[in-house]
């Protein structure tokens, strides 16, 4: 299967080395419009420079390819999507769908009408932590979820588009953490509630740290915290996570996951409390294919095979609408309903 690959800036870099590691993708073409990125690119993975081309519309023109792969900032997603979906070419996008609500809507829209598929590569889901905390929700061992907790702490210096963005935080990183919310609920939120805000030593633009409510349809109601300009005792990538469930209660720190089980109530003096098994840590799944390297299969099989992937459009399109709820709490200071 051949692909031409639209952005070769610093996730450019991870997927190229993804299509490089596969033995069922290669490039056809790929595109870069700074001409110094793309011949460092070049020089860095030994790539033709004759394949690499100012514009996907100069590279549609040249080759033929089975597929795009999206690396571009989110506010050319459109255009992108647009034109490979127009040539009848299925596309794997890099979060976010679009930067913005009327933009993802718009794919959507350009997917359903065309029958062309349009994939997002929401990576946190394929990662032996999140199949393990799935597993672990989904065996109905803990019982039902009420309430889950997640913190999320980080001070990246990214430079380029990020550093402009109104909501970077919300809109470029909380959106993978608000896609697990609704992968491990199975379920999506009926109401949002946010205050976002900027440090003084922040050196985003816009706001980089919110806190924000949400319910679920589920019934979960769900508290995220997080910054993208911490200064210090920072949270992995994945965030720390606390589920709260009728039987016990599941965590995830540092990368790690522990389960605690509800054993009955001991008596204190009139007072009862609850009582605990011991904190168990969870062995996390094995995954011979992970993030990236997964998604990229997931895409191969998808366009040469016919398989459903778990991240197309139509659903990704809710945690858009999720994300952009969020943005226009921050706003208006109200809630937003569903």
């Known amino acids: 299967m051949k692909v031409i690959q639209c952005g070769l800036g610093l996730m ?49 023109a040249a080759v033929k390819a089975d597929g795009v792969i999206d690396v571009t900032p989110p506010a050319a997603h459109q255009a992108i999507s647009f034109a490979a979906m127009d040539a009848g070419l299925p596309v794997l996008s890099e979060k976010p769908l679009a930067g ?31 199949q393990t905390v799935k597993r672990v929700l989904q065996s109905g061992d803990l019982g039902d979820i009420g309430a889950v907790s997640v913190r999320f702490f980080k001070g990246p210096h990214f430079g380029g588009f990020r550093d402009e963005m109104d909501y970077p935080l919300i809109v470029d990183m909380a959106l993978h953490h608000f896609y697990m919310l609704r992968y491990f609920l199975n379920a999506d939120p009926v109401s949002v509630y946010g205050k976002s805000w900027n440090p003084p030593w922040s050196w985003y633009k ?26 210090g005792q920072e949270t992995s990538w994945n965030a720390d996570w606390r589920f709260e469930c009728a039987n016990g209660v599941l965590t995830v ?32 799944v094995p995954m011979e294919l992970q993030a990236q390297a997964y998604l990229l299969h997931e895409f191969y099989e998808a366009v040469t095979n016919g398989r459903t992937p778990g991240t197309p459009c139509q659903d990704n399109i809710k945690t858009v609408e999720f994300v952009f709820d969020v943005v226009e709490s921050f706003k208006t200071g109200a809630p937003v309903t569903r």
């Open 12 to 60: 450019g870099r991870a997927w190229i080395n993804t299509v490089q590691a596969s033995s069922n993708v290669e490039f056809a073409a790929l595109v870069e419009v700074d001409a110094a990125t793309a011949q460092k690119r070049a020089q860095e993975f030994g790539l033709d420079p004759a394949l690499i081309y100012p514009s996907l519309e100069a590279a549609l």
């Open 100 to 130: 913005t609500r009327a933009d993802a809507r718009a794919i959507v829209a350009k997917s359903d009408q065309t029958g062309v598929l349009h994939m997002v590569t929401q990576n946190y889901r394929y990662t032996p932590l999140a």
């Open 206 to 231: 816009g706001d980089a740290s919110a806190a924000v409510t949400a319910h679920f349809s589920s019934g979960a109601v769900v508290n995220y915290t997080g910054s993208w300009c911490s200064q």
């Open 253 to 284: 720190q540092d990368d790690r996951v522990y389960v605690q089980h509800l054993t009955g109530l001991e008596d204190h003096g009139g007072v009862h409390f609850t009582t605990h098994d011991a904190l168990t840590e969870v062995p996390l």
